[in-house]
């Protein structure tokens, strides 16, 4: 009975980080630069969404890199003294882009 109960609870953790980093992915390309799948901390942690959706964005963001899904140069990001760090996605492929397939066609023909 623990074991399912500890289960479902890290299932629940997961799948909320999950959603986490899929919200973070279209936050960066709300925030940040239309151009380009970046945006500096201080930028997006001083964004109103942002701040009302993440119960902590530093762990969000530092799970994504964990997950190769963003990159940046600190190892830690706090309020104020990374304000500066560029926060970059790395599927650079804009929001709402068809997937391509797997020999590289779009599969929006």
Same mark, same amino acid.
């Given at each position: 009975?623990?074991? &399912? @109960?500890?289960?479902?609870?890290? @299932?629940? $953790? *997961? +799948?909320? !980080? ?5 919200? #973070? ?5 709300? =925030?940040?630069?239309? *151009?380009?799948?970046? $945006?500096?901390?201080?930028? #997006?942690?001083?964004? *109103? ?5 993440? +119960? %902590? #964005?530093?762990?969000? !963001? ?15 990001? #706090? ?7 560029? =926060?970059? !996605? ?11 397939? @797997? @020999? %590289? $066609?779009? &599969?929006?023909?």
């Amino acid at each position: 009975m623990i074991m &399912s @109960n500890s289960a479902s609870i890290v @299932n629940e $953790v *997961e +799948e909320r !980080l999950n959603n986490e980093i899929e919200q #973070l992915k279209k936050d960066i390309w709300r =925030v940040g630069d239309p *151009e380009k799948p970046q $945006v500096a901390f201080g930028e #997006l942690f001083d964004d *109103e969404q942002t701040q009302q959706h993440y +119960e %902590g #964005l530093a762990a969000t !963001l530092k799970a994504a890199k964990k997950r190769g899904i963003v990159t940046y140069k600190s190892p830690i990001l #706090l309020k104020g003294a990374h304000d500066k760090v560029m =926060v970059n !996605l790395v599927d650079t492929s804009p929001q709402g882009e068809s997937e391509t397939t @797997n @020999n %590289g $066609v779009s &599969s929006k023909e």
